[in-house]
């Protein structure tokens, strides 16, 4: 049961009221996010919902007919007990719209002053600021776009924050959308930034609401220190400026060949597959090795770093224009066939030679790998067959797994016959034994019997260990079906009829419907 506590009474026991007919306890939420950072929610009048709270939000119930209740327990709050709100910092009461919540940017640059002693020939440089106005609460990011090796650290300048006014009367005197137009200077921690442009949704933001926008002023100047190195580097050189206008044109730009190899002329030779890298900045080339699963080349696939290669014809250096899709190329002494390349590559020769079509290069290689065979190999002889195949199926062997069930529900059931010995041999005319069939685990023992009295006295010797039986000439092993009165079953090279059996065996094959006989 929750409590509210009544304006004007201490927090005490005994001075809250309960609402015996509250069953839902719901949390309110003072807090979304925007842009991934918390910010308090607020209501239309800009007031922040968790102050609303604290000041009115139990001051709606009702007492219902209690008697003799103050007045003073159902009333709302009047203007004078909310909390104040500034009309920088209430973004609501600036846009006067709670739905939409805009981010303006403003596109400017700060003078930076060089210290003396730095630099003789600059005085100043011109760094270069974006500054985003979040019009939720009021807060300000600045940042500075980035230049490739510039050497400065740019990119966020100042977190997102609230920032005072330099010429403020407080901390409560903020900056503010209607601060920034264009041509005007705002300054921020000391830094002055010069207002040149904004944005097209910034500029149709202040247009709708009848901000001054301010006359549209020239662009960023230019900052003397790029600017002379920039007329430096593009000042003409004897020896490196080719090169280097190359590698400033074409740096990282990379053209990859598929090429083979037939290095079957020789002995043991095959044919390899590679890649060929050709850098436009330097001229330099790269080849690797795609190595096909279980090649035995190990892992080395870098088959020549790269470097300049030269030209067997012309005595130069290889170029783009001697790798052609169709090309035999000889490098170092091997004959590499170009036969394919990525689609960059194909892109870069159309636009840079013209060529539509690129030619379908025979190869003679097929992906298609050939299937492995894998064979089993016959038993070591220790343990059982599974045992066996399991040394081969895992690094660590592991015991067979075991139909757990079928060992519990028949453990101790077992059928037993009457076989005699088919021979040919006259010392096993006459021969009986007992064959005993385990039902649990499918397994076969063999006693042969007294000669004088058969089953019905003890056994005179053990002929077979317990074991699985596999049927000759297929991986099967002998089961219940196999144990039929007049079936003859062939193991290790004895055959053995049997002849009858006793009653449990009987009984028990009736009663799951096998006909014994059959």
């Not at 510039?150 to 601060?179: A, C, E, F, M």
């Not at 080849?287 to 096909?292: C, D, G, H, P, Y």
């Not at 091997?334 to 636009?351: G, H, M, V």
């Not at 079509?357 to 065979?373: A, L, R, S």
Request: aromatic residues 10%.
């Amino acid at each position: 049961m929750s409590s509210y506590p009544v304006p004007g009474l201490p927090l005490l026991p005994g001075n809250n009221f309960r609402n015996p007919s509250q069953q839902s306890y719901p949390h309110k939420k003072y807090f979304e996010y925007v842009n991934g950072s918390a910010v308090a929610q607020r209501d239309p009048d800009g007031v922040p919902v968790s102050a609303r709270t604290k000041d009115n939000g139990a001051t709606n119930v009702s007492l219902g007919d209690q008697g003799g209740a103050d007045d003073s327990l159902s009333r709302q709050p009047s203007a004078a007990t909310r909390p104040a709100s500034n009309s920088n910092t209430a973004t609501t009461g600036i846009l006067g719209r709670t739905d939409v919540k805009p981010v303006l940017r403003w596109f400017g640059f700060w003078k930076e002053e060089v210290p003396a002693g730095v630099s003789q020939q600059d005085a100043f440089r011109i760094r270069k600021r974006v500054v985003l106005i979040y019009t939720e609460d009021n807060t300000i990011q600045v940042s500075e776009p980035r230049e490739q090796n510039s050497g400065l650290d740019q990119g966020q300048i100042v977190k997102r924050t609230n920032i005072p006014r330099s010429n403020g009367k407080g901390d409560d005197d903020l900056l503010g959308p209607q601060d920034f137009q264009r041509g005007g200077v705002v300054t921020m921690f000391g830094q002055t930034i010069n207002i040149i442009d904004c944005d097209k949704f910034t500029e149709s933001f202040y247009q709708e609401r009848g901000w001054d926008l301010g006359e549209s002023s020239s662009e960023i100047p230019e900052d003397p220190y790029l600017t002379a190195r920039s007329s430096k580097h593009a000042a003409p050189s004897k020896k490196t400026d080719l090169s280097y206008r190359k590698f400033l044109a074409y740096d990282r730009v990379t053209l990859r060949f598929h090429a083979v190899w037939d290095d079957r002329s020789s002995l043991f030779g095959e044919v390899r597959r590679f890649t060929v890298y050709y850098f436009l900045a330097d001229d330099t080339v790269e080849i690797t090795e795609v190595l096909a699963e279980n090649s035995g080349r190990g892992h080395a696939k870098t088959f020549l770093k790269r470097q300049k290669v030269p030209n067997p014809e012309t005595g130069a250096h290889l170029s783009e224009s001697d790798l052609m899709v169709g090309n035999t190329v000889k490098i170092f002494g091997r004959d590499f066939l170009l036969y394919d390349a990525d689609n960059f590559t194909k892109a870069f020769y159309q636009d840079r030679f013209g060529i539509q079509e690129f030619p379908v290069v025979d190869t003679g290689i097929t992906n298609e790998q050939q299937e492995v065979i894998q064979e089993i190999p016959p038993p070591t002889g220790f343990g059982s067959e599974e045992d066996s195949l399991s040394s081969c199926l895992f690094v660590v062997p592991r015991p067979p797994k075991k139909n757990v069930e079928k060992l519990m529900a028949l453990e101790g059931k077992k059928l037993r016959y009457r076989a005699r010995l088919v021979s040919d041999i006259p010392d096993d005319a006459g021969r009986t034994f007992v064959l005993t069939f385990f039902l649990q685990d499918d397994t076969i023992a063999i006693f042969e019997s007294d000669q004088q009295s058969g089953m019905a006295t003890g056994l005179s010797g053990k002929f077979l260990e317990r074991s699985k039986i596999k049927i000759p000439g297929s991986n099967h092993y002998y089961t219940m079906e196999h144990m039929r009165k007049g079936h003859t079953l062939q193991i290790f090279g004895h055959k053995f009829y049997l002849e009858d059996a006793d009653q449990f065996t009987k009984d028990y094959l009736s009663a799951r419907g096998i006909n014994l006989d059959a």
